[in-house]
């Protein structure tokens, strides 16, 4: 009886202790986030995968028209979208939670109005659309983002990194002020002893054409990214990928599909990967969406920006073990400036208080549902 009671009391006081953050639902598991980003990949191919009206010559720029439709056409969306995205769609999806389908009432969109690059990655990361950003130029934002704020969290310092294909991140990240690692387009990795993987890497930035001056290949950053991760095991990773917007503008539509299918793959390899790390096995989540999207005609497809039509449309997939198992949502609107929000959340941090102008985290998303 007295041992019993002893025990109660020991429990009243840790509950106590818990406080307030832990009263309302089950304990968070989520102690890593990784982000990455599908630079211009439209809603288009990410809810229906191929587009029939571009796998030609002429709209599409497609020279084995045949050997691409083998490849991504199916008869129905839902097949053509798991072909093209069968990470997204075989595990995210089902484990986890999808925005901006259109169909069910659910709209993602950004808020900005430029529809173009900066506007967009200072309105996924610092939490709202700023008319000050007018654009892509390598100008420091005057917005903190909110890997920044992370990086200014105790238990974090130090563990937030971004690996990204284009060079005007680390403007976005203002990080030659805050000290945040940034690696970005074509610069080899500084990270001595380099491992083999980082030194070949760093051949490759060396010998490969520089066929986009300002953005390198997604495989490039892929490797540079996976090697950081096993090197350092960073809690909180960007990951940026550009081939598909940089595709687009060329008017490659075989090649864009590709580095979407690309993408798809990395992530798949990168989440079994980190399952098998004892830092991030079931307590890793992973946000994935996009900075803007296109045109949705033949003629436009190819180009974003203030007056494109429908280049404001986008799409937003999490999952962790945090994030209750919603699949695709319906009827809720969702905003590219919850972004931020949902990045701090799911770490258990609230950077709507810390930074006013951000928008809320995506409903729903950073605290297993309570029961
Ligand atoms: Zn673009």
């Known amino acids: 009886m007295f041992a019993r009671t002893i025990a109660t009391v020991s429990l009243l006081g840790f509950l106590a202790t818990a406080g307030p953050t832990r009263a309302e639902g089950p304990p968070r598991r989520v102690e890593d986030v990784i982000v990455v980003t599908v630079d211009g990949f439209r809603h288009q191919e990410f809810f229906g995968g191929a587009d029939e009206t571009l796998m030609d010559a002429k709209a599409g720029g497609v020279p084995d028209i045949a050997g691409l439709k083998r490849q991504y056409w199916r008869e129905t969306a839902e097949a053509r979208r798991e072909t093209l995205l069968p990470f997204v769609w075989g595990t995210i999806a089902k484990q986890g939670q999808v925005f901006g389908d259109r169909t069910r009432n659910a709209p993602a969109k950004l808020t900005n109005g430029k529809k173009f690059s900066y506007p967009g990655y200072n309105e996924m990361f610092c939490g709202f659309g700023d008319d000050r950003i007018i654009s892509n130029a390598k100008v420091s934002n005057p917005n903190r983002s909110v890997l920044e704020f992370l990086n200014e969290r105790p238990s974090?310092?130090?563990?937030?990194?971004?690996?990204?294909?284009?060079?005007?991140?680390?403007?976005?990240?203002?990080?030659?002020?805050?000290?945040?690692?940034?690696?970005?387009?074509?610069?080899?990795?500084?990270?001595?002893?380099?491992?083999?993987?980082?030194?070949?890497?760093?051949?490759?930035?060396?010998?490969?054409?520089?066929?986009?001056?300002?953005?390198?290949?997604?495989?490039?950053?892929?490797?540079?990214?996976?090697?950081?991760?096993?090197?350092?095991?960073?809690?909180v990773l960007f990951i940026g990928l550009g081939e598909t917007d940089e595709w687009a503008h060329g008017r490659r539509y075989d090649l864009y599909l590709r580095a979407a299918h690309e993408s798809d793959r990395f992530l798949d390899e990168l989440w079994h990967m980190l399952q098998q790390m004892p830092e991030y096995a079931g307590k890793t989540a992973l946000l994935l969406t996009t900075d803007h999207g296109r045109g949705g005609t033949q003629a436009d497809w190819t180009s974003h920006g203030p007056g494109v039509e429908g280049a404001e449309n986008l799409w937003i997939a999490v999952i962790g073990p945090d994030t209750p198992a919603l699949g695709v949502r319906s009827g809720v609107e969702t905003t590219q400036s919850q972004v931020a929000a949902t990045i701090a959340g799911l770490l258990g941090e609230d950077f709507a208080a810390a930074s006013p102008r951000s928008a809320p985290a995506l409903p729903d998303v950073c605290q297993a549902a309570k029961k």
């Open 156 to 235: 974090l310092k130090g563990r937030v990194a971004a690996y990204c294909t284009w060079d005007v991140f680390p403007f976005i990240f203002r990080s030659a002020q805050n000290g945040l690692h940034v690696h970005a387009g074509w610069v080899p990795i500084r990270d001595e002893p380099l491992s083999e993987r980082q030194r070949l890497a760093n051949l490759l930035v060396e010998r490969l054409p520089r066929y986009w001056p300002d953005n390198t290949f997604d495989a490039v950053t892929m490797e540079a990214a996976r090697e950081y991760v096993l090197k350092h095991k960073p809690r």
